[in-house]
Nanobody
Framework: QVQLVESGGGLVQPGGSLRLSCVAS??????MAWFRQALGKERERVAA???????IYADSVKGRFTISRDTAKNAMYLQMNSLKPEDTAVYYC????????????WGQGTQVTVSS
């Protein structure tokens, strides 16, 4: 089993920054990702990073968000800059084992609110 614990959410003004963290324990994971779900909307993948360090971003966050990981710590980060009100959502950490076609594990979520 893998446990994922997110931290770093909060309230920030438009244009501000936040850094989310996710630490995985239990097993070594391969791909890690951040998803978000705003009220009344479907969950969407924000960014993902593979064990190879390849990354992918949603178009809505390109140039503003940066995903990174520390494989030694089994941790992943999401640096969010130039935040907009439409970034408001619950952000979830997800992880997949090597060769897994889907995300096997999910965190409990952390709220990010962008408002003046």
């Amino acid at each position: 089993q893998v446990q994922l614990v997110e931290s770093g959410g909060g309230l920030v003004q438009p244009g501000g920054s936040l850094r989310l963290s996710c630490v995985a324990s239990g097993r070594t994971v391969y791909t890690m990702a951040w998803f978000r779900q705003a009220l009344g909307k479907e969950r969407e993948r924000v960014a993902a990073i593979a064990g190879s360090a390849a990354t992918i971003y949603a178009d809505s966050v390109k140039g503003r968000f940066t995903i990174s990981r520390d494989t030694a710590k089994n941790a992943m980060y999401l640096q969010m800059n130039s935040l907009k009100p439409e970034d408001t959502a619950v952000y979830y950490c997800a992880a997949a084992l090597v060769n897994s076609p889907s995300y096997n594990y999910w965190g409990q979520g952390t709220q990010v609110t962008v408002s003046s």
